[in-house]
């Protein structure tokens, strides 16, 4: 099989692709990091990095682990067309400090600008889910409006998009994380992202976008799809609503699917 093929790389293929078609990702926005499991790459990845790329993060504890990434400036428009310099595999170095090219990035590329804010949240989620793999960020256009017209709190932001779509609070019971305006593209927002990532596979970047956290790349993509319908709803009723969900609604669905939901209502 060529590496190519891998079905994690097909899936990544077939998420940028979606993602570019539902308007999240004009231009360069957005990127993607999946962990591929050794079961899948072992009989096709070399041992020998191509190139290898540092960064000053502390990724210990991801060390040996083996990722599909996007790359930085690259646009998702293009990844179906030109998967081998669009996306590229790396290995977590022995140092921590360095990601090993093992396939990929074929034009001279590198891993993308937020891959210190990908590779902290993917710590933090396997801390909390060993069965963890996917971050994905992306500009969807309803979840970033969203960040404009809502109070900068998180409870206020969930319990909105609770309120929009019925199926919202059984899909995030915990919430979605906020994280107010920051640079993006370095280790600051990483390390607010993943503290926000302890808590939420959901976190919103104020007048960015917002990023996607799961076990499967339709869990993550799911999510993100589930976030910026309800967020689409909130649009759409404004001005308009003679009803909506109530409290007691939402505690019969959580009570009704089992989900432990975050006690803000
Ligand atoms: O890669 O979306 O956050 C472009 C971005 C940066
Ligand atoms: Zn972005």
């Not at 891959?115 to 060993?130: K, N, V, Y």
């Not at 994380?177 to 990483?190: A, F, R, S, T, V």
């Not at 959580?254 to 209502?265: D, L, R």
Request: include cysteine; charged fraction near 20%; aromatic fraction near 10%.
């Amino acid at each position: 099989m060529r590496i190519v093929d891998l079905p994690t790389v097909r899936e990544v293929i077939r998420l940028t692709t979606n993602m570019y078609r539902l308007g999240w990702d004009e231009r360069n926005g957005g990127n993607v990091s999946v962990i591929i499991d050794p079961e899948e790459y072992q009989n096709y990845l070399p041992e020998n990095p191509i190139r290898v790329f540092h960064f000053t993060f502390d990724a210990t504890e991801l060390i040996g682990k083996v990722f599909v990434v996007t790359g930085t400036g690259k646009y998702f428009k293009n990844v179906e067309v030109a998967p081998e310099s669009n996306l590229g595999i790396v290995r977590i170095g022995k140092d921590g400090h360095s990601a090993e090219l093992l396939w990929g990035f074929e034009d001279g590329g590198a891993p993308t600008g937020e891959f210190p804010s990908h590779m902290m949240s993917h710590i933090a989620r396997l801390r909390i889910d060993p069965k963890h793999h996917v971050v994905m960020h992306c500009h969807a256009t309803h979840t970033l409006a969203l960040t404009y017209v809502l109070p900068p709190d998180e409870d206020e932001i969930t319990r909105t998009l609770w309120r929009m779509s019925t199926e919202c609070i059984v899909v995030f019971p915990e919430g979605v994380g906020y994280l107010p305006w920051m640079l993006c593209g370095g280790n600051d927002i990483g390390l607010a992202t993943a503290k926000k990532a302890e808590h939420y596979r959901v976190v919103l970047w104020g007048a960015h976008g917002v990023f996607g956290m799961g076990e499967t790349i339709d869990e993550a993509f799911g999510l993100l799809e589930t976030v910026e319908k309800s967020a689409q709803i909130y649009f759409l009723t404004q001005g308009h609503v003679r009803q909506s969900i109530t409290n007691d609604q939402l505690k019969e669905l959580a009570e009704a699917f089992h989900v432990n939901y975050k006690k803000i209502i």
